[in-house]
Each structure stands twice: as C-alpha cells, then as structure tokens.
C-alpha cells in the first residue's frame, strides 16, 4: 500500500507530519482515531481528526490533504443517503 505525509493540525499532533496509508483512489480516510491510554483503567481517550483539503492549486484544487482536529471527538458516520432522516 502506498502512504503519503499528511500535516495534523491542532490537538495532541499539532504540527506533526506523519505517513497516511492511501486507499485505491489515492485519498487518505475521512476520519483519523488517535486512542490513548489512560493509567488508572479507564477505556483509552479517543482523538478525532476530519480530513480538509490541504493548499489550494491554481485551478482552485486541492492538491493535497490535511488533518484538523475535532475537539468533539464524535466517530465518522458513513455515507449520508438522501432518504434517510439524521437527527
């Protein structure tokens, strides 16, 4: 699998690089999971991150990809299909 340096902004990582596995059509995942452990037993706190169009390319596309942190921590959800209700 090919993995591409991807930029993480805010929270834990902020500033860091690190390689991103790529899927087949060369986009990193929607959603990045950070878990980290606690010490005194408690289940691992998770760290969310949403992918965002990195810089900007003349024609007004992105030519790469960053990670924003989601301070709500809330886990990707899918697709949204039309038909169905959410809320």
Do not use: C
């Not at 991807?6 to 990582?13: A, I, K, N």
């Not at 990193?28 to 760290?47: A, M, Q, S």
């Amino acid at each position: 699998m090919r993995s591409e340096n991807t930029l993480f902004v805010g929270g834990p990582l902020d500033g860091r690089v690190l390689p991103v596995l790529v899927g087949p059509t060369g986009q990193p995942p929607k959603t990045y999971e950070i878990p980290v452990p606690n010490d005194d037993g408690r289940p691992p706190t998770l760290h969310v991150y949403r992918r965002v169009p990195g810089r900007v390319g003349r024609l007004g596309l992105p030519r790469g990809w960053k990670y924003e942190y989601d301070p709500e921590g809330t886990a990707g959800g899918g697709p949204k299909w039309p038909w169905t209700k959410r809320g």
